[in-house]
Structure formats: C-alpha cells, structure tokens
C-alpha cells in the first residue's frame, strides 16, 4: 500500500562555518523580548557556528536528496570551510550521485543548490516562485542576490530545458509519504519537506529555519526577505510535523546533539533524523 511507505530520513553535515557571531544570525530582537530582556540573552559577540547540511531521504524504494551543498571550488570564495564535497559524503552511504533519480532544491541559494552537474540522472524539484526569484528583477540589487550563485541559477535553467526541473506551487508530492511545501520568507520560493517515518512526520526546514532558535523564539534569520511570512511558515512548519519538535533546521549544530549517529563511525557527520530525539 503505497501510503504506509515510511522512510530513513538522514542528515548530512558537509561543511562549517565556525567564525560566526550571533548578530550574524538574527534578523534584530525576537518581537516576543523586551528591549531589556533583548539585550541580556542577545550578546551578540558570542560565537554561534554553523553547519552545512544536505539530507537524505530513503527507504527500499527510493532514494531522494533534500539540497546538493556547495563544491570545494566555492568554499574558498564564501570563506567557508568545506569538510567534504556533498557527493563524497553520499559514496560513504552507498549511493551513487549519478544514480539518484529526485532531488529536492529547498531553495537556490549557493549552499542549496551547487554542484547541481554531479546528478546527472536527477530531476529537480523547485518552487515555481524561486525560479523566478532567481530569474527576476530583485537579482539586480546586490543585497538580494548576495545569497545566490549565478553559475548555479544557470545550471537549473538548462535543466529546466533539458526537461529535468518539476515545478510545485505550494504543496506538491515527490514520492508517496514525501511532500514539498513552499515555505517562503528567507527566500521567495524556499520550500521545506515533509516525510513520513516510522516515528510520525519529519518536517526538513532547510533554510525556513536556520537555528532551534529562530522558530522557538520567533527570531528571524539575518537573512529575511519576507518577515511575515517567515513567522507564519515557522506555523507552518510546526503543524505540518507531527511534533513541534520534530522541524529539522537547516543549519544548526544541534541536530547532531539531538539525533543518533547513523553508525558509530559517521558520528559528527551522518545523524538519523527518523529515530526518536535524545533530548
Ligand atoms: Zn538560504
Ligand atoms: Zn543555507
């Protein structure tokens, strides 16, 4: 029965960036604080690093990657440091790049959506609104395109014509069990990904929350495109997971603290996002 297919839901670190402040991360003061209370939990000097993830999502079936990271050729000139290049990490977990039918795109900024020609047999899946985004006229304002690699925007334009891209518009399927959801705010088009494992339904945020923290206290990432419909995509995000707790983000160190390791040896660099939290 196609919709009691259920899923391994993987998170895979590729990267960090370790020489970040916390004013790096939010957008200002959570509305929720005073400016007092701001003040004394918002120091905005303390190191907050960040890691760099892509995900995997698979059972018997299929295979599906959720973001292709960025190359080794692009660190350097992000200043990011580069553990190991996404589909190196994915050799590691059996899977063959070239092999994976579906790819996820949260959305095309250059940690997201690099590398773009190692899956070669892929079709992509992206919101129609990102495209445009990308495409459009916000890209001719420096603030706004910061974010994005042109090289990567042009790859999904061949791959749009080389008929490889699906489009959604809001919800959409991937697979039975595996859902995208536009979840826009940091990006036009962002969109984050719904699975359903054996534990009830895992909600991939990417970049729809960057930290716990930002949907816990409602404190927008620095990067904001759209503030309200940032805060109605963290409702968003936390009705579409079967638990609040269960909204992976896209960025945060502590989903290696919170989830299993998916061997003892992949420990810091593969942890299981289906299994229940250790917290
Ligand atoms: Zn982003
Ligand atoms: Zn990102």
């Not at 990271?69 to 190991?84: D, I, M, T, V, Y």
């Not at 805060?231 to 936390?238: E, H, K």
Request: proline share 5%; glycine share 6%.
């Amino acid at each position: 029965m196609a919709d009691a297919e259920t899923y391994e839901v993987l998170a895979v670190k590729y990267g960090t960036h370790a020489e970040r402040m916390r004013a790096d991360n939010f957008l200002s003061p959570g509305p929720r604080m005073t400016a007092a209370a701001a003040a004394a939990a918002d120091d905005h000097s303390t190191p907050m690093p960040l890691d760099y993830f892509i995900w995997v999502v698979r059972n018997a079936k299929r295979t599906i990657l959720v973001d292709t990271g960025f190359s080794l050729a692009e660190a350097p000139l992000r200043a990011r440091k580069l553990e190991h290049e996404p589909r190196d990490v994915l050799k590691r977990l059996g899977i063959d790049a070239a092999r994976i039918e579906q790819v996820v795109i949260s959305h095309l900024h250059y940690d997201h959506a690099g590398t773009l020609d190692h899956y070669t047999g892929a079709r992509f899946h992206i919101q129609e609104a990102e495209m445009r985004y990308a495409t459009g006229r916000c890209m001719c304002d420096e603030s706004m395109r910061k974010p994005f690699t042109v090289d990567h925007v042009c790859q999904m334009v061949k791959n749009v014509y080389s008929g490889r891209v699906q489009f959604h518009d809001g919800d959409g399927e991937v697979a039975p069990g595996v859902t995208v959801h536009k979840a826009a705010g940091h990006s036009q088009g962002l969109q984050a990904v719904r699975v359903k494992t054996a534990n009830g339904h895992v909600v991939l945020a990417s970049d729809a929350t960057h930290f716990y923290e930002n949907i816990e206290q409602r404190k927008p990432f620095s990067i904001t495109v759209n503030l309200e419909e940032t805060l109605r995509t963290y409702d968003r995000l936390q009705e579409l997971a079967s638990t609040p707790k269960q909204v992976v983000p896209g960025h945060d160190p502590l989903v290696l603290e919170r989830y299993p390791a998916w061997k003892p040896e992949t420990q810091g660099i593969v942890h299981k996002l289906d299994a229940p939290r250790l917290d």
